[in-house]
């Protein structure tokens, strides 16, 4: 308590300002500066240049269904889906926050995913012989993966932040993300083709470590916007539902062609089938009534997907992945049952969608399955050049053995935890300030502050109902008719 008061004591905010960044004036002017950035970093990468023709001929390439486009299009269509629509939806059961739900996911994911391919590429994909980023296909998905990080994060301050301070929060955190990225793939050499570490811990604990910062003790005045409805709740089912198809793609969307992309997709197949039989059993278990509660149907189904993710397309074997599945479902599950109301009512974190029960809690056991995973493998299992291709034990790393693999996806996890919890400390320090705009406590979670709204149904005047007047006059005149008789 202490250290949060001393935080926030650093960065307190002063009570009178007449300053406010205006969205348009965001919008505009980070569109520009994308436009004059790209003119200057970006180019495309041989397969999508038109000297593809050339590249062909020289590499003895036989065919344009050689191309990449070809093997990483339908993975990247998959993933776009969950990050636009999954996502988007996921956040509508909010009684009235659904226009904000879908559309500033739209906004943040859009805005996002241009500064992670320039950010991403001044780490991985510069050509030192011009300078330039050259984007691909992989690129793209990898963009998505960025922006996904964010979107996590968006759950833990859904329906408090304003907008802009939406946008602020994603350009730190897609910076965050491609050092933290680089850092554990690159320079650490953890694996982590489903992103557990990389994206579902970073991305929840640092949101869960802004909403911390943003700590709002007077929220209890917008607490009855703080909910669902029956019809906002099957949105969210919509949203859940792709996700939950998707997944597979998700995780093995960058792994390598062949047999690591199919044991990854298998492997998230299996889990997050897993998942929702625990799911329901212990959602029905935990209500006197035995019936099923919603928030953990939308959110806990989904938590194999992220525990799997790191050690997808390791030999996990499909029992393994059982197991994962089954274990994530229970403790996801609880997680929302009594884990979220201890986070609000002892550790002042307000955590509006349950990040830390879907992308959280599952994303370190993803974290430490893949560590153990990593550490247990053996050429008996993989094979010798099974194993070289799985951990890519290449170049610097030949001489790389399971054991100290192990360790260093341990490390990754450390990395991701720690870039997490301090960029979220810091990022919330600066989204204190005054100038942002944010809600008043007794406006979260309504659309009406930021959006036109359409006129309510219950305030339309009821309209005559012809059939019904019809009949009504029908049935006063045969009733005049019988007294006259």
């Given at each position: ?445 309504d659309d009406e502050l930021y959006w036109e709204l359409p006129e309510d149904e219950e305030s339309i005047p009821p309209m005559d109902n012809n ?19």
């Amino acid at each position: 308590m202490g250290c949060r008061q001393s935080f926030r004591q650093c960065c307190d905010r002063p009570k009178n300002t007449n300053v406010r960044i205006s969205l348009p004036a965001v919008c505009f002017v980070w569109q520009i500066a994308m436009i004059i950035l790209f003119g200057i970093f970006i180019r495309y990468d041989q397969e999508s240049d038109a000297h593809w023709a050339e590249y062909r001929k020289f590499r003895n390439i036989s065919s344009d269904i050689e191309n990449d486009f070809y093997f990483r299009y339908p993975s990247f269509q998959d993933v776009h889906v969950m990050i636009f629509v999954g996502f988007g939806f996921l956040m509508t059961f909010l009684k009235r926050y659904s226009f904000s739900a879908v559309g500033f996911n739209f906004l943040i994911a859009a805005f996002g995913l241009q500064w992670a391919l320039l950010m991403q590429g001044w780490f991985q994909s510069l050509d030192p012989m011009d300078g330039k980023i050259k984007i691909s296909m992989e690129s793209l998905i990898n963009a998505d993966f960025c922006v996904a990080s964010c979107l996590i994060a968006y759950g833990a301050v859904l329906g408090k932040l304003s907008p802009v301070q939406l946008m602020v929060m994603t350009l730190f955190g897609i910076t965050l993300y491609a050092v933290e990225e680089f850092i554990i793939l690159n320079l650490i050499h953890a694996r982590d083709a489903g992103g557990s570490m990389v994206i579902h811990t970073f991305g929840a604990y640092y949101g869960l470590s802004i909403s911390w910062m943003l700590y709002r003790p007077n929220l209890d005045q917008s607490k009855r916007l703080n909910g669902s409805v029956y019809h906002s709740d099957v949105f969210a089912m919509i949203g859940t539902l792709f996700l939950w198809m998707f997944w597979p793609s998700f995780n093995s969307a960058i792994t390598d062609h062949g047999d690591g992309q199919h044991r990854a997709a298998i492997n998230t197949y299996l889990a997050l089938a897993s998942t929702v039989l625990t799911t329901v059993a212990i959602s029905s278990l935990s209500q006197k009534t035995g019936k099923l509660d919603m928030v953990h149907i939308q959110n806990s189904t989904l938590a194999g997907g992220v525990a799997v993710g790191t050690a997808a397309e390791f030999m996990l074997m499909p029992y393994g992945s059982l197991i994962i599945g089954f274990c994530c479902g229970i403790i996801s599950t609880l997680g929302y049952i009594y884990i979220t109301p201890f986070m609000e009512k002892y550790l002042k974190i307000q955590d509006t969608c349950g990040i830390h029960n879907l992308h959280a809690m599952p994303g370190v056991i993803g974290g430490i399955v893949g560590a153990v995973t990593a550490a247990a493998a053996s050429e008996g299992v993989y094979g010798k050049e099974g194993l070289i291709n799985t951990f890519d034990f290449t170049g610097e790393w030949k001489d790389m053995v399971p054991s100290r693999q192990g360790g260093l996806q341990a490390a990754g996890l450390c990395v991701a935890l720690c870039f997490g919890i301090g960029g979220g400390i810091i990022v919330g320090c600066i989204l204190r300030m005054p100038i942002w705009g944010d809600a008043p406590d007794d406006n979260c979670f309504d659309d009406e502050l930021y959006w036109e709204l359409p006129e309510d149904e219950e305030s339309i005047p009821p309209m005559d109902n012809n059939h019904m007047r019809n009949r009504d006059v029908t049935e006063s005149h045969f009733s005049m008719e019988q007294s006259q008789n």
